[in-house]
């Protein structure tokens, strides 16, 4: 809802100075020669007491044309006085009790005065006036758009906008039982996605898909691995695809590191636009590709991000209005190409007000029109609207995108009221970055408070190295048949994120193929960790879902829970059981060590456990007194570093005499206490004693 504070009562207290709010809920978008203009309007008392029965009047300038862009920003500000005489109606409002809200309604009809006294079409100022008791109205302006229809004006050619959507999302679900099925490679359980969308993600693009369908000029750019996920009957026609994952080059260049992002398991090939082509055309069914651009993740478009994204097959991305901050007296066409060091590359600039407003926020915080969705598409065809009209020969084309979460609900509103203004002509991405750029050079104006924060992203990296180097260890120095530094290096990187893990899940008996899968499922969750709007505590939960993972497959190889031993005479042994969940046998070190230097078990075994089944070891233990102590016994690899968990077993020595040897040590410590003591008593003693 918009909200505007109004001027508190003069008996309010100092802690009481909330007042009422005025909200804009719906206006018409577009004033046409028989659409008249309708109005809904909200007051919330937000004090404690109640505020006065009172009365609303809407006003407008009939004459008035803005002449600038400054003008339009300031009237939306309140920061000048436009005089708006020409009254379109005004309507009661009745006393509201504190924390109520009044709703009402002006309807201006087609052929009331003040409309038709428009003589020129384009953004009208529109006026608010809201009083109640004893104290000043309060203003709110917001803006009226006349259209050309029925208007004895020149018709001038429309101008080129082009309004582009991402479809992705940061709404994953990572299947445990399906990692566990890869882990113990149960029979069909490789071939399940690791990662999937809730069902509440599917009923919301189910919605989105039904105001797609309406709205065929809306140029939808698809995370490919997203799409994939949409259930058939809800994959909407698209104009191109993202880079999968909507990952976020502009962070990645930012952060400047390529080694960290591939230990982390999130090789480049994972998202650069030959991939994007491949998991669309295995979601489609299609060996036909479509265009493929980059979406702006969470920095700017450097130089070096851009040379990134050409070297990886895109030769056209999508801009906010930061990638050039050239302030021009009238918009332009928003296509520019750069030169990079990996080849020429398209920009889209989206155009700053109109993608602001469309992304749901306000241009400022001072324009209080534009809290609400009604206030926002006002100001966004008043300012499309005057655009074409400071250069109505000129030809431009420009760029207004909505974010990743924009609603089914807002986008439809805004693409019905765009269809609808003749002023213009809405055209494909295509088109656009075919247009005549408005700048070609190897030049990058960008700004640096809009960088990217990449402190987030490299303790997310180091966290993801961690678990994949866990998985890789499990390859290398527990399997039973270890794989080499070469054998890990050469398995398919890429086979999950294709969806054809049930083609490389018939394993045949070969471990480095079920290892391939294993780190295809790490690596496809650790990419989507990246994403353009990921925040912290998401890349913290896609970390963390893949430490459980690489937990689980090292805590596949476990020592089995033994009782406490009993130590009856100076040796004993200690029998330990290993057990292996895994589908390939182990070769693991089996260690054991005493809290206590008198009982004390040998320190080592080497052990083979077969594939789903345990072995047992067994440990010597000496003891050379009674007593009791604690034995950890741990497993490490054949590197002999520790993994899994750590079994405590109890030891209890109970040293008895048992054989003839036992009787003779003793009687021998007799006789020697025998002889000290007599010679203690017939020793020569010294004079002084």
């Known amino acids: 809802m918009l909200a505007a504070p109004l001027t508190a009562y003069a008996d309010d207290s100092p802690d009481d100075q909330a007042g009422q709010t005025i909200a804009i809920e719906q206006s018409t978008p577009i ?40 003008d339009m920003q300031k009237w939306a500000e309140g920061d000048t006085a436009i005089p708006t005489p020409d ?9 509201i009790t504190p924390g109520n809200t009044a709703t009402v309604t002006l309807d201006v009809a087609a052929d009331q005065q003040a409309l038709q006294s428009m003589r020129s079409w384009g953004p009208k100022p529109l006026q608010l006036s809201y009083s109640a008791g004893n104290q000043p109205p309060t203003m709110l302006p917001s803006f009226l758009t006349r259209s050309p229809d029925g208007l004895d004006t020149a018709q001038t050619p429309a101008m080129n906008l082009t309004v582009a959507m991402p479809l992705t999302t940061t709404d994953w679900q990572v299947d445990s039982s399906a990692l566990s099925g890869l882990v113990s490679e149960d029979e069909n359980a490789s071939a399940e996605p690791v990662l999937s969308v ?13 105001t797609l369908a309406k709205h065929h000029s809306l140029q939808v750019v698809a995370d490919p691995l997203y799409f994939q996920e949409l259930p058939s009957d809800t994959r909407p026609a698209v104009a191109g695809v993202m880079q999968p994952g909507d990952f976020d080059v502009t962070a990645y260049a930012a952060l400047n590191d390529a080694d960290a992002y591939t230990r982390a398991g999130i090789a480049d090939e994972a998202w650069n636009a030959e991939q994007a082509q491949t998991l669309y055309a295995v979601a489609k069914s299609t060996v036909t590709p479509t265009a493929t651009y980059a979406w702006q993740g969470s920095g700017t478009w450097s130089l070096d991000a851009l040379t990134k994204a050409r070297a990886q097959g895109y030769t056209a991305v999508i801009a906010d209005s930061t990638f050039d901050g050239e302030q021009t007296d009238t918009v332009h066409t928003g296509t520019y190409v750069v030169n990079t060091s990996a080849g020429d590359i398209t920009v889209l600039k989206e155009q700053s007000e109109l993608g602001t407003l469309a992304h749901g926020e306000a241009t400022s915080a001072r324009a209080t029109a534009e809290a609400s969705d009604a206030g926002r598409l006002a100001r966004m065809l008043a300012q499309s609207a005057f655009y074409q009209m400071e250069q109505p020969y000129a030809t431009r084309n420009l760029l207004m995108t909505f974010s990743r979460n924009s609603s089914a609900s807002w986008i439809n509103q805004v693409m019905s009221a765009m269809e609808q203004a003749s002023w213009l002509n809405l055209t494909d991405l295509n088109t656009m970055a075919a247009a005549d750029p408005y700048n070609v050079s190897s030049e990058v104006n960008q700004d640096d408070s809009n960088a990217a924060d990449v402190s987030q992203t490299r303790a997310t990296l180091e966290q993801l190295s961690s678990s994949r180097k866990d998985i890789l260890r499990l390859a290398t120095s527990i399997l039973k048949k270890g794989l080499d530094e070469d054998d890990v290096s050469s398995l398919n990187p890429q086979a999950l994120a294709r969806q054809d893990a049930s083609s490389t899940a018939s394993h045949t008996n070969d471990p480095a193929q079920w290892v391939s899968t294993l780190l295809n499922a790490h690596d496809d969750i650790a990419l989507h960790a990246f994403a353009g709007s990921s925040d912290a505590e998401y890349q913290r939960q896609i970390a963390k879902a893949n430490r459980t993972f690489a937990d689980t497959v090292l805590g596949s190889v476990y020592i089995t829970p033994s009782e406490s031993v009993s130590v009856f005479s100076e040796s004993a042994q200690m029998p330990v059981t290993v057990s292996n969940k895994l589908p390939y046998a182990v070769s693991v070190k089996v260690n054991s060590i005493t809290d206590s230097m008198q009982i004390v078990t040998s320190r080592s075994n080497d052990v083979v456990i077969p594939a789903r089944s345990e072995a047992q070891v067994t440990f010597t233990i000496r003891v050379s007194t009674s007593g ?3 034995a950890h016994v741990s497993l490490a690899d054949r590197h002999n570093t520790a993994f899994g968990n750590t079994q405590d077993t109890t030891i209890t020595s109970v040293l008895r005499i048992s054989d003839a040897s036992g009787f003779v040590i003793i009687g021998f410590a007799v006789l020697l206490g025998l002889v000290g003591l007599w010679r203690q008593f017939n020793r020569k003693k010294d004079p002084d004693e």
């Not at 009254?87 to 006393?95: A, R």
């Not at 809730?198 to 039904?210: A, C, G, I, P, S």
């Open 628 to 630: 009791t102590t604690v």
């Open 31 to 70: 004033v046409t020669a028989s659409s008249g203009f309708h109005i809904t309007i909200a007051i919330t008392n937000a004090s404690s007491d109640t505020a006065p029965a009172g009365s609303l009047i809407l006003s407008t300038n009939s004459r008035f044309t803005f002449v600038s862009r400054t």
């Open 87 to 95: 009254v379109l109606g005004s309507i009661d409002v009745p006393e």
């Open 198 to 210: 809730n069902q509440q993600e599917t009923t919301t693009v189910k919605e989105l898909n039904q």
